[in-house]
């Protein structure tokens, strides 16, 4: 019985968060500098993520990271999901795929739209 729970989740193990994240920015052709400084994250914390394979870093974080990354819609959620996020039916969230489906990934955009409907920034 154990053994065919260890088959299965052994199936369904995905890559984690940091894993993803820099296989994303591999696949970009960014240097990792530049990803940051777009995110406009200082170097300290970038280097925690990089550096320390268990560290989430908070949502909107993530969310800057995959705008900076111009991912598609899936991409975008499979990043997400990895840090144990998601989007919901939230007004800020709703801006959030709307950026996403109409490919604004611009953070000044982003965040124009989302004080206009939400009075927040990322």
């Not at 088959?7 to 894993?19: Q, R, T, V, W």
């Not at 908070?58 to 990354?69: E, S, T, W």
Request: glycine content about 4%; proline content about 1%; overall charge positive.
């Amino acid at each position: 019985m154990k053994e065919s729970c260890k088959d299965y989740l052994g199936h369904i193990e995905s890559k984690s968060f940091n894993e993803m994240l820099f296989s994303f920015i591999d696949k970009s052709g960014h240097k990792d500098s530049e990803i940051y400084k777009k995110v406009n994250i200082d170097r300290k914390l970038f280097s925690k993520i990089r550096c320390d394979r268990n560290y989430i870093p908070r949502r909107n974080v993530i969310i800057k990271l995959c705008l900076a990354l111009r991912l598609d819609r899936k991409d975008f959620n499979k990043l997400l999901n990895s840090a144990g996020y998601s989007l919901s039916n939230s007004k800020f969230d709703q801006v959030i795929s709307y950026c996403l489906e109409n490919k604004i990934f611009d953070l000044y955009q982003v965040n124009d739209y989302l004080y206009t409907f939400c009075g927040t920034l990322l």
